[in-house]
């Protein structure tokens, strides 16, 4: 029996070592565990704060691209306009020089000059 005793016992030390190892095992991926859910709440910490910042720049871009888009549209009639007046410009020097190479004693001159 004694050494059946001492076989239990054998066995029984073995077993208990097992369970310190499970035990040991358990102890170090808890503390694992632990430190990924420390960075799992990080990150999303950081995803909140990243995603609040990308917001403000979406909006800001929005409404700097509707400013942009405002002056095009403000330039691009104000250079019609411009054209507009250098056509006009252009025509009253025609009609001015015409007038002018017709000599003073022109009627249309005196007509014109006489209004003014």
Known sequence: MTQQGAV?????????????????QREELN?????????????QHEIRILSEQLEC?????????????????ILAE??????KILDSSRMLLNVLKKERGAG??????RDNCGTL
Request: charged fraction near 30%; include cysteine.
């Open 8 to 24: 239990l016992q054998g066995y029984n030390n073995e077993l208990v070592k097992c369970i310190e190892d499970l035990c040991m």
């Open 31 to 43: 503390k694992q565990i632990q430190q990924a859910e420390l960075e799992k709440n990080k990150l």
């Open 57 to 73: 720049v979406c909006e800001s871009l929005a409404q700097k691209t509707a400013s942009r888009n405002e002056l095009d549209k």
């Open 78 to 83: 104000t250079e019609t306009a411009y054209m």
């Open 104 to 109: 003073p004693d022109s009627p249309t001159l």
